[in-house]
């Protein structure tokens, strides 16, 4: 994998999630690879991770046009994949945001985040969420094999709870019978303000991301192929729908939404 630098493109970028304007990758790529991963139809990650030359100044240039609001990371790529851990990219997005006011809210699948508890604990309102898809690390490792451990995510929300940031949780994306919601839910609810559940959804057979996951479903789960590609070309799905009347059932202290979007 190659890191290079790049100035193509503003660092700030459009959010398309309700409750935010603004949202920033400080990597264009991800270490992580996962097979069913939506960017893979937008990019070719696969060799290569970019990010920006000069990213303090360049940062704060684009900050200064705007006021002070939160900002999402982690819309495309993980803030917290592996190469962060060396080149500290996210860490200097932190810091120049906070030195300017804006507050920040967070999406990783890494533990890593808790290295920048320091800074978070001083931004108000900022927000920390874990993505999480499977209940079992075996089935994990097929989809997402460059991840740390769902009870390493679990264990960064705990800590994150109760050092005072708000913690959120994705059930994302809910692999149709392979995905156990309910036992998600309950893994993260003693450690979360709120629940997010987004069902995977792949367009088309040519889409990428369907060409990478439907190897694993043949070799793995042939019994369930069928039906899995029913319910993921369709939103509309009983299946979702019987999801959601699941879910109005469940007792809840923390508040729980299902999304129609896809990830």
């Not at 920006?52 to 495309?76: D, F, H, R, V, W």
């Not at 851990?85 to 507050?103: A, C, G, I, N, Y």
């Not at 999480?132 to 989809?143: G, M």
């Amino acid at each position: 994998m190659k890191f290079i630098k790049t100035n193509k493109r503003n660092i700030i970028q459009p959010c398309g999630l309700d409750d935010f304007n603004y949202q920033i990758d400080p990597y264009l790529g991800c270490e992580h690879g996962c097979h069913y991963c939506y960017t893979q139809n937008s990019f070719d990650w696969s060799d290569e991770i970019q990010t920006y030359e000069n990213l303090k100044e360049k940062l704060t240039a684009e900050l200064a046009s705007l006021k002070p609001q939160k900002i999402y990371l982690g819309m495309n790529t993980d803030p917290y994949q592996p190469v962060e851990e060396e080149f500290r990219r996210t860490r200097k997005v932190l810091e120049v945001l906070h030195e300017h006011d804006f507050s920040v809210s967070i999406l990783t699948k890494s533990n890593l985040v808790m290295r920048d508890v320091d800074i978070l604990k001083d931004i108000p309102g900022a927000s920390v969420g874990v993505s999480i898809a499977f209940q079992d690390d075996l089935e994990k490792k097929l989809f997402e094999a460059n991840t740390v451990p769902n009870s390493d995510r679990i264990s960064a929300l705990k800590d994150l709870k109760r050092e005072g940031i708000k913690t959120y949780a994705l059930i994302c994306p809910v692999m149709p019978y392979i995905t156990d919601v309910h036992v998600l839910i309950n893994q993260v609810r003693p450690y979360v303000d709120s629940i997010w559940i987004y069902p995977l959804k792949i367009d088309s057979v040519e889409d990428e991301n369907w060409k990478s996951t439907k190897p694993i479903l043949e070799q793995h789960f042939p019994d369930i192929l069928e039906k899995f590609q029913e319910v993921v070309f369709s939103i509309d799905h009983v299946y979702w729908d019987e999801l959601r009347r699941h879910l109005k059932d469940v007792n809840n202290d923390v508040v729980i939404r299902i999304s129609s979007e896809n990830h």
